[in-house]
């Protein structure tokens, strides 16, 4: 088992940054890749971004490239989500996940997933 704790969420004005971490915990070395995801209300979640542990892959959402930047720690197990020029329409929970694949994007299989943490960006 892999467990995923979300942290670094909370309310910023538009044109904001925020850090987003997600510490792993448990069987990590069965990870081989990590992706941020997000939910707002009434809408599907979404992928956000991923990164690979070993290697400088990494993939981003249309919506967030330019202003989010994915980066990981392996020797403290975390990856980070540095999100700069906030919008209100970025506004959701976001959640960290875990995937035995190594595969980046959004239709990868992934297997482990945090709780979430709230970002709330307001105009």
């Known amino acids: 088992q892999v467990q995923l704790v979300e942290s670094g969420g909370g309310l910023v004005q538009a044109g904001g940054s925020l850090r987003l971490s997600c510490a792993a915990s448990?069987?990590?070395?069965?990870?081989?890749?990590m992706g941020w995801f997000r939910q707002a209300p009434g809408k599907e979640r979404e992928f956000v971004a991923a990164?690979?542990?070993?290697?400088?892959?990494?993939d981003y959402a249309r919506s967030v490239k330019g202003r989010f930047t994915i980066s990981r720690d392996n020797a403290k197990n975390t990856v980070y989500l540095q999100m700069n020029s906030l919008k209100p329409e970025d506004t959701a929970v976001y959640y960290c996940?875990?995937?035995?694949?190594?595969?980046?994007?959004?239709?990868?299989?992934?297997?482990?997933w945090g709780q979430g943490t709230q970002v709330t960006v307001s105009s």
């Open positions: 996940a875990a995937s035995k694949t190594g595969w980046l994007g959004s239709s990868v299989p992934y297997d482990y």
């Open positions: 448990g069987r990590t070395f069965s990870m081989k890749s």
């Open positions: 990164i690979r542990w070993s290697g400088s892959n990494t």
